[in-house]
């Protein structure tokens, strides 16, 4: 022991060179940019105006944001299909027949149409089934090793379930349905049991650990476990589901839904894959930006003294994009799409729900201050940048708002986008081996010229 602390000691001085290392792969990681216009590189596998480049085909989920007439693109409101079904469809039966709707969502992108009553109630039956976790898994895996970061948490907690699985690495349809059910079934504890964790040990607050109730489902679940009374409304309840909906999946080309695929397609076990998953969405460009949202407007209420008056909140708009305010990166968030111009039908059905929420839990004031930045951010992004382009809010814009008001603590927001993403991802896993694609390989053209080897007491 006294020689390996000597040599820790020796050793030590390997940190004060790190920023000479920082500094090597600055000058030789740097590909100058006109070299992808040259090569016409598509830069996040992206055309020049924007389309997506197209590798691959689905079932589960389309998105729609232009037609085409003569060969130009047209923009049009945008749309959004799970398994060909319209969302603001979907989501206009369950909410009329005053039903939750997440698990009739997963069924539907799971296996590819809408469930019948018995159906879905046997689905709901086979997803309290599943939910169990390990035995003493939360205590030794949750509780011992808490993470500051839920996202890792959940990524760790997969990659142990493989541990007891005794067929994790099959890929035979029935296999990966079982775990497809086991991964839907248990993200919500496993996201609301890292959360007590690293409340309890890293924030000081007292650790309560309540299971799922059975005669709950998974929306209402998530706000019975998370909240020390078990208590919740009903509307609180039904909106957590609607978002859990809208965002449940959003085809193949999202990030972390090609992440999926691309992982699969090495013919790697479910455990992995999911894990990849998680660390794609975890990205602040991909899963976190409704934190950012959120974020950004309570700095706005900090700074702007009249929330009603359009030239104030103009001003502070101006001053984000001037880079001059809350994080200086020049970018108001929660408005504007990679897909969507003229409107995110996503953002529209939530924000119904959200004034609903808004007047329940008193948070009228801060709802019309969304309003207004909603209204007036696109002419002032379009102003300052000096364009003609449609911008819209995205579902972002809203997520953030409605966690704040269901007390929802920032360091789940990007876990219950992962609990709604699950049946997506299963389902693009499923699809991709079903239809025996082959191993995902882009190419990359090498820009460096050819070296020779110089001797070590030459260099």
Not at 4 to 23: C, D, F, H, Q, V
Not at 257 to 271: A, E, I, K, L, M
């Amino acid at each position: 022991m006294e020689k390996l602390a000597s040599t820790n000691k020796l050793t030590a001085p390997a940190e004060n060179r790190i920023p000479l290392y920082g500094n090597l792969c600055k000058q030789n990681c740097q590909i100058n940019p006109e070299l992808f216009e040259k090569y016409d590189v598509k830069r996040g596998l992206r055309e020049k105006n924007g389309k997506g480049v197209l590798v691959g085909l689905t079932k589960i989920a389309e998105v729609k944001s232009y037609t085409i007439d003569d060969g130009d693109m047209i923009p049009c409101e945008g749309k959004l299909y799970y398994r060909g079904i319209d969302i603001e469809e979907l989501v206009d039966g369950f909410m009329k027949d005053n039903r939750f709707g997440f698990e009739e969502t997963a069924y539907l992108l799971m296996f590819g149409s809408l469930p019948n009553e018995k159906e879905l109630k046997d689905f709901k039956e086979d997803l309290i089934y599943y939910r169990d976790l390990p035995t003493s898994f939360t205590r030794d895996f949750i509780l011992k090793a808490p993470s500051r970061n839920i996202m890792n948490s959940l990524a760790r907690s997969v990659l142990t379930l493989y541990t007891y699985d005794e067929n994790a690495d099959s890929v035979d349809v029935e296999t990966l349905v079982r775990q497809s059910l086991q991964m839907i079934a248990r993200f919500p504890r496993l996201a609301v049991y890292s959360y007590q964790a690293l409340a309890h040990y890293y924030q000081e607050n007292s650790l309560f650990i309540h299971a799922p109730s059975p005669d709950l489902g998974i929306a209402e679940n998530i706000l019975y476990m998370l909240r020390a009374d078990n208590s919740f409304t009903e509307l609180e309840a039904r909106v957590l589901d609607l978002a859990l909906v809208l965002h449940s999946d959003h085809g193949g080309g999202n990030n972390s839904g090609f992440t999926t695929r691309v992982v699969t397609s090495t013919g790697t076990d479910t455990y992995s894959t999911i894990a990849s998953a998680i660390g794609s969405l975890k990205g602040p460009r991909h899963g976190g930006a409704n934190i950012k949202v959120a974020e950004m407007f309570e700095d706005m209420m900090e700074k702007v003294t009249d929330w009603e008056s359009d030239r104030e909140v103009s001003q502070y708009l101006n001053d984000i994009l001037d880079k001059k305010a809350f994080d200086n990166a020049g970018l108001i968030y929660g408005m504007g799409h990679a897909v969507y111009s003229i409107s995110d039908p996503r953002a529209k059905i939530f924000k119904q729900y959200v004034e609903k929420l808004s007047r329940e839990k008193g948070f009228e004031r801060e709802f019309e201050l969304y309003n207004r930045v909603e209204k007036l951010a696109p002419d002032i992004i379009n102003a300052k940048r000096h364009t003609y382009k449609a911008i819209s809010a995205n579902i972002d814009f809203y997520s953030g708002f409605v966690y704040k008001m269901l007390e929802i603590p920032k360091e789940l927001y990007t876990p219950l986008f992962a609990i709604s993403r699950v049946p997506g991802w299963c389902a693009h896993r499923i699809e991709e081996l079903v239809s025996n694609s082959k191993i995902i390989r882009p190419a990359y053209k090498n820009v460096i010229k050819h070296n020779p080897y110089i001797e070590l007491n030459n260099r």
